[in-house]
C-alpha cells in the first residue's frame, strides 16, 4: 500500500489511455477503493485526492432525424432488426435491456411494463401498432425472449445486432455516426 501514491496513480492513468468517461468511472473506482482504505487506517491519505479536478468530455448523442430514421429502416432487409430498431426508437431501452426483453412484458393492447432497476417501481408505455406489428412477426424459436435465445450470451447478442445496425446504418449513405443510444 505504501507504493500506492499520488504519482503511481498519476502514471497507471497516463498508462491507460481511456475515453475520458471511462477515465472518470475508474477514477471513482479508485476513489472508493481509498476511501475503503483509509477507514480502515490501512493509509493516512487518499492518494487519488492529489490528482485534480477531472473533466469529462463527451462527445453529444444525436437522435436520429425523422429523415434519418425512414432512411435507416429502408435499408434493413432482416425482420428481427427493423423489430430491434422500432422496439428502441418507441420505447428508450438500452440495447442491452431489448436483448432481454421477454415477450410476456408486452400485453395484449400493446403496452409494454417494464421495472426500474433502482426502484423496483413498474414503469409501463404504449407501444405504437408498428412495433407490436414487427415484434410479433418475430419467430418464436428464441423462447421467452424477443430478441437473446434463452441460454444465449445477452452481450454477445446485443454485439451482434449493433454490428448489424452499423452495417445498415452504412447502406444509407448518411456520415452521421450511428449508435443505439440515437434512438
Known amino acids: 500500500m505504501d507504493e500506492l501514491d499520488t504519482q503511481y496513480i498519476r502514471d497507471w492513468f497516463a498508462d491507460h489511455n481511456h ?14 477503493w481509498f476511501n475503503f482504505c483509509k477507514s480502515r487506517k490501512w493509509i493516512d491519505d487518499d492518494p487519488v485526492k492529489g490528482l485534480g479536478k477531472l473533466i469529462v468530455k463527451q462527445r453529444q448523442t444525436e437522435p436520429f432525424t425523422p429523415d434519418e430514421m425512414q432512411e435507416l429502416l429502408a435499408a434493413i432487409t432482416r425482420p428481427d432488426l427493423r423489430a430491434l430498431v422500432l422496439l428502441l426508437r418507441w ?16 400485453d395484449a393492447d400493446g ?24 415484434l410479433k412477426a418475430l419467430p418464436r424459436e428464441g423462447g421467452k425472449r424477443f430478441f437473446a435465445r434463452d441460454g444465449q450470451n445477452v452481450f ?28
Not at 19 to 32: D, G, K, L
Not at 156 to 183: D, E, I, N
Open 19 to 32: 475515453a475520458s468517461i471511462t477515465r472518470y468511472n475508474q477514477r471513482a473506482r479508485f476513489s472508493a
Open 91 to 106: 420505447s428508450g431501452l438500452r440495447i442491452t435491456d431489448a436483448m432481454t426483453l421477454e415477450r410476456s412484458r408486452i
Open 111 to 134: 403496452v409494454l411494463t417494464i421495472y426500474t432497476h433502482k426502484t423496483g417501481a413498474p414503469v409501463r408505455m404504449p407501444l405504437p401498432p408498428v412495433v407490436i406489428e414487427a
Open 156 to 183: 454477445h447478442a446485443g454485439t451482434q445486432y449493433r454490428r448489424l445496425l452499423g452495417k445498415a446504418w452504412k447502406r444509407t449513405g448518411v456520415s452521421k455516426r450511428c449508435h443505439p443510444h440515437m434512438f
